[in-house]
């Protein structure tokens, strides 16, 4: 409990006492007036006031009446979450996800894109402006009432920097994109790695709540990791811890162009579907290759399960030298790694189980698509604390 503050700017203090309010508000969910007063220690028409206000603000809703205590029935107060909007948006390989967020990180619209190959980096701003557009539209959301967007990218980005330092897909090599992105959609933008992002959704709203240690492995275009430690993101002196799909996993090569790792080039999505051509022959768009090979397995090809074997086996290399390294408590699988069977976790388990000294959980990611924007939305929530809307208000 909080003793009022009586002295001082007057402004300043109205301001203070507002914070108190709102704060409190939201950590009781639904709170009645008298019960503000209680808590904060500010007099009843003070606190009458400053909700008053605050209505008028949109920050606060009247909900409904609470139970008596002998008296009139209360009117409950609740936090308006619908008051404002946060954006989010993830590019992963040739697809732009967005989505429109309440401040409770509950997603409002949401929309996918294609994006033309190869990226260019203007025409992919381009897209973001237009895919904003339409979600404000779809929400029934203003561009007003819009806080800020989060912005998960492929490759090393610097955050407070606000640049890119490798990304070769879009060309945005030592750019200042975070600059031009504010620029151009005319709101706060929080850039970061993609798998970062997907890493702090799981995180925060999937099977990661609970735990301190975690990393999070993605098996997609290409291979990343995501790194909680005691409970904090470890980036590295440069941000470019977890870019493992730059581990010497699978034969030894030539860089092309410095884009991929020796791990992701044999072992990311697009190096199992080539090393798969002579196996499955009618693969379709948009399936999982894992799921064929699983299949084609079950129907008796040999090939397919030594090929499923052989992914299973390096997908574990990189496993054990997380596990060597970081001695997570949970490691979560991701990705393609999301349609590994049974079987196969069982065989990744006893290989870690033979190769290191402490296995971590296994756990498969449960947000799919979702946990990258849940991780974008969120990093802005960090970002802007409620308070805040205070001055926004």
């Given at each position: 409990m909080r003793v009022p503050r009586k002295t001082g700017n007057s402004k300043l203090v109205k301001k203070l006492n507002k914070e108190e309010v709102l704060q409190q508000v939201i950590q009781h969910g639904q709170i009645s007036r008298a019960d503000i007063s209680k808590q904060t220690q500010l007099s009843r028409p003070c606190?009458?006031?400053?909700?008053?206000?605050?209505?008028?603000?949109?920050?606060?809703?009247?909900?409904?009446?609470?139970?008596?205590?002998?008296?009139?029935?209360?009117?409950?107060?609740?936090?308006?979450?619908?008051?404002?909007?946060?954006a989010g948006a993830i590019f992963e390989g040739s697809t732009l996800d967005m989505t429109i967020a309440n401040l409770k990180g509950e997603f409002m619209a949401r929309c996918r894109k294609r994006l033309d190959q190869p990226a260019n980096g203007e025409r992919v701003i381009e897209d973001l402006v237009a895919g904003l557009t339409r979600l404000l539209a779809d929400s029934g959301m203003s561009h007003d009432q819009l806080l800020g967007m989060g912005v998960g990218l492929q490759g090393v980005t610097q955050r407070g920097?606000?640049?890119?330092?490798?990304?070769?897909?879009?060309?945005?090599?030592?750019?200042?994109?975070?600059?031009?992105?504010?620029?151009?959609?005319?709101?706060?933008?929080?850039?970061?790695?993609?798998?970062?992002?997907?890493?702090l959704g799981e995180y925060v709203r999937g099977v990661g709540v609970g735990h301190s240690h975690v990393v999070y492995m993605y098996v997609g275009t290409g291979i990343g990791a995501g790194v909680i430690l005691d409970g904090q993101f470890y980036r590295g002196s440069r941000e470019a811890a977890g870019e493992i799909g730059f581990m010497m996993i699978g034969p030894e090569q030539h860089r092309r162009n410095g884009a991929s790792g020796v791990f992701e080039t044999h072992y990311s999505v697009p190096g199992i579907m080539q090393q798969a051509e002579g196996v499955l022959s009618d693969l379709q768009e948009g399936s999982s290759v894992i799921e064929e090979l699983i299949l084609h397995a079950r129907a008796g090809s040999v090939q397919a399960q030594t090929l499923l074997d052989d992914v299973y086996r390096h997908w574990a290399y990189g496993m054990a030298n997380i596990v060597s390294i970081l001695n997570p408590e949970l490691l979560i699988l991701s990705g393609e790694m999301v349609h590994i069977d049974d079987e196969g976790v069982k065989k990744i388990q006893e290989w870690l189980t033979e190769w290191?000294?402490?296995?971590?959980?296994?756990?498969?990611?449960?947000?799919?698509?979702?946990?990258?924007?849940?991780?974008?939305?969120?990093?802005?929530?960090?970002?802007?604390?409620?308070?805040?809307?205070?001055d926004k208000a």
């Open positions: 606190v009458s006031a400053l909700v008053d206000e605050m209505i008028q603000e949109g920050l606060l809703q009247e909900v409904g009446m609470g139970d008596s205590r002998g008296g009139r029935k209360p009117i409950l107060l609740e936090y308006n979450y619908q008051a404002y909007a946060i920097q606000g640049t890119v330092s490798f990304s070769p897909s879009t060309g945005w090599m030592d750019s200042p994109i975070q600059e031009a992105l504010e620029a151009r959609l005319g709101v706060p933008v929080i850039i970061d790695n993609d798998v970062n992002l997907m890493t290191v000294p402490k296995v971590p959980c296994l756990k498969k990611a449960t947000l799919g698509e979702q946990a990258g924007l849940i991780g974008a939305v969120h990093s802005v929530l960090e970002a802007f604390p409620s308070t805040r809307l205070l």
